[in-house]
């Protein structure tokens, strides 16, 4: 099922996130942790893909088994900057015979590697369309907080009008700590005519290593509240995941209660946090 027909059902929606594995000896675990998600019957789930496409058949034999086993929509994750035009072909052939339906059109991040045939997502997005027409959903990925390589979020969201226009069926956003950030981020878009649904991404913090890589990585805002958080549990691991959980819950429910009605957890290939979101939010999304 292609996810704008999900959307188009006008009530809120809960999704997650699994990665797959980097070699070939963990593919059962994580296959595993996969399936355990997806028996969860999310609305939707996203497979990602590895940076320069190396496991880019493990993106496409988790998503067809989700599908196949518990009857879950997937979005495949594709990326292109590294990638010349042939490689992306094929996996776009690949996905349509596995019935995926759904594409998370990215550009990736720059390497020395990265080939010259896509240089934005932009332009992925408009070789599927030229190629499969309708055939894929397509999704693509904003940020409330700017991408690291704009000069200004209003730049940035320039430029993911070109996104929007050349076929985006809806967008994802980088994780946020600060539902503030969103909101106004929202408006934003809405002001420059970008239209198209906008997915809340919510990482759950469960370990305090975890986050000083996150915001290293990506210069996320982390409120006061987040932060006292994680000085007070951040030595106990299960105070921590607990904390975490919380803070995750806390957030959805006040974006569904603005408004947002589409959250999509980065879930770490991690069942039991997936399940406890859910749990805390099973009257508030229906599940
Ligand atoms: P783009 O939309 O191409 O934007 C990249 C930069 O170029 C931005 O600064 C933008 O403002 C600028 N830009 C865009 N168009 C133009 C233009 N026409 N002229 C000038 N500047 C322009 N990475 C992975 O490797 N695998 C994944 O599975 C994956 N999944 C992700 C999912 C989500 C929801 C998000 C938010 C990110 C994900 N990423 C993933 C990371 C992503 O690949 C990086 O953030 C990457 O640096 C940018 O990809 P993009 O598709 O947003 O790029």
């Known amino acids: 099922m292609k996810i704008s027909e999900i959307f188009n059902q006008n009530k809120a929606t809960l999704s997650f996130e699994v990665f797959p594995p980097k070699t070939s000896d963990t593919y059962k675990s994580v296959e595993t942790q996969a399936m355990e998600i997806a028996g969860l019957k999310p609305d939707f789930m996203s497979v990602t893909y590895g940076a320069g496409g190396g496991t880019s058949e493990y993106t496409v034999s988790i998503a067809d088994n989700i599908q196949k086993v518990h009857d879950v929509p997937t ?36 390497t020395d590697n990265d080939c010259e045939d896509y240089r934005y997502a932009s332009e992925l997005i408009s070789d599927i369309k030229e190629l499969c027409g309708d055939r894929f959903c397509i999704g693509g990925a904003c940020y409330p907080e700017c991408h690291p390589e704009s000069e200004s979020l209003e730049q940035d969201i320039r430029n993911l009008k070109y996104k929007v226009d050349a076929g985006c069926d809806f ?24 239209t198209v649904p906008v997915v809340a991404g919510i990482m759950p913090v469960t370990n305090a290593k975890q986050i000083s890589r996150i915001c290293s990585l990506s210069g996320t805002y982390l409120p006061s509240k987040f932060k006292n958080i994680v000085d007070k549990f951040g030595a106990d691991n299960d105070a921590m995941k607990q904390a975490g959980i919380a803070y995750a819950t806390e957030q959805i429910v006040d974006l569904i209660a603005n408004g947002v009605k589409h959250i999509h957890v980065y879930s770490m290939n991690k069942p039991d946090i997936a399940e406890k979101i859910q749990t805390n939010l099973s009257d508030i999304i229906g599940k």
């Open 75 to 110: 979005l495949a994750h594709l990326t292109c900057v590294s990638s010349k035009k042939e490689k992306v072909h094929k996996q776009l052939r690949l996905l349509g015979e596995h019935g995926i339906e759904n594409i998370m059109a990215l550009r990736g991040d720059r």
């Open 171 to 194: 967008l994802t956003t980088q994780m946020f700590f600060d539902n503030n950030i969103l909101y106004k981020y929202i408006y934003k878009l809405r002001e420059e005519g970008i």
